[in-house]
């Protein structure tokens, strides 16, 4: 049986699942992106990746700007969708357009629900040091990321993976997951299972102010919170009137007075040290320390802010 499906999704963290629902067959009966935004040195409107993606497959996009207006939601309705699937959208999704579809909304969400609800779960797990993280396809309530969970799947978070890393095998793994849930929805075998109400962690947006190093704090700490502010916004320090983005550092025994440089490449922090793996100056391409350090010089003794 094919589904009637609406797709709902904007970043590339949710191209993927399109592609997947496409390749399964499924009959597409629109896609709503966000509206595009002004974005590179010229400033010119460009789409997002789920509105671009879904233009080369020849599908119909839509792009309002919000969900709340009367005629948005009649032409939501008028689709006559059987399920609508979310990943990623960036809209809150009023009650009229969740009651629309005859199966209802189907989010994929990237943590271990009830932790990291909300905006930045996959960052805020790396952040936060998270040995584990996962993939949860949940049915849509009007609570943020409340409702109650069809299929979960637990991954381990690397040593050395970033957000960059993480969003990939999430993407993808995302996409399949909600497949299954699909086929599984038509056969009617999904089970619910109501989310806990001990162990809710919200995952804010990420804060700009979040970005710039504190050196005064644990070297174990700030690797995590590096690797996940990687590749954006990126972690960053100052030295000779210039930001430089740390994409991937590693703590190490070493101690000196916070922020100052102690070794090659190797910066003191409030405990222990960080040896800094990947860098980038701006408006340059990220580099491996090794490179970038032949350019612009870290001098033992001096001082990062």
């Known amino acids: 049986m094919t589904l009637r499906v609406v797709f709902m999704g904007s970043p590339p963290f949710a191209v993927p699942t399109l592609d997947a629902l ?29 509105h671009a993606r879904a233009e080369a497959l020849g599908l119909g996009v839509r792009t309002p700007f919000s969900l709340r207006e009367p005629q948005a939601q009649a032409d939501f309705a008028a689709l006559d969708a059987d399920v609508a699937v979310v990943a990623a959208y960036g809209l809150i999704l009023p009650r009229p357009i969740l009651d629309a579809p005859r199966r209802g909304c189907l989010n994929i ?15 805020r797990a790396i952040m936060a040091g998270d040995r584990e993280t996962g993939i949860c396809i949940m049915r849509m309530e009007e609570g943020l990321d409340t409702g109650p969970v069809l299929l ?6 690397g040593p050395r993976e970033t957000a960059a890393d993480l969003h990939d095998r ?17 056969k009617g075998t999904l089970v619910e299972t109501p989310q806990s109400g001990e162990g809710v962690v919200y995952a804010s947006k990420i804060d700009k102010a ?7 704090r644990p070297a174990q700490d700030l690797d995590p919170h590096i690797r996940g502010l990687s590749p954006r916004p990126g972690a960053w320090f100052e030295m000779q009137g210039e930001r430089i983005k740390v994409l991937l550092a590693e ?14 490449g190797v910066v003191a922090c409030g405990t222990g040290a ?32």
């Open 109 to 123: 969400h990237p943590s271990l629900l009830p932790r990291w609800r909300g905006a930045a779960p996959l960052e």
């Open 251 to 264: 703590s190490v025994p070493m101690a000196g007075p916070a922020g100052e440089i102690i070794g090659e």
């Open 22 to 50: 496409v390749e399964t067959g499924h009959e597409i009966v629109a896609v709503y992106a966000q509206p595009p935004r002004p974005a590179g040195r010229g400033k010119k409107d460009r789409p997002t990746a789920v």
């Open 170 to 186: 999430l993407a993808l793994r995302g996409g399949a997951m909600l497949c299954e849930a699909l086929a599984m929805l038509e």
């Open 274 to 305: 960080l040896r800094l793996l990947r860098l980038q100056r701006a408006g340059k391409p990220a580099m491996e320390a090794e490179d970038f350090l032949r350019g612009f010089a870290l001098a033992r003794g001096s001082r990062v802010d």
């Open 152 to 157: 979960r799947e637990t991954t381990a978070i």
């Open 210 to 216: 979040e970005a710039r190093i504190d050196w005064t």
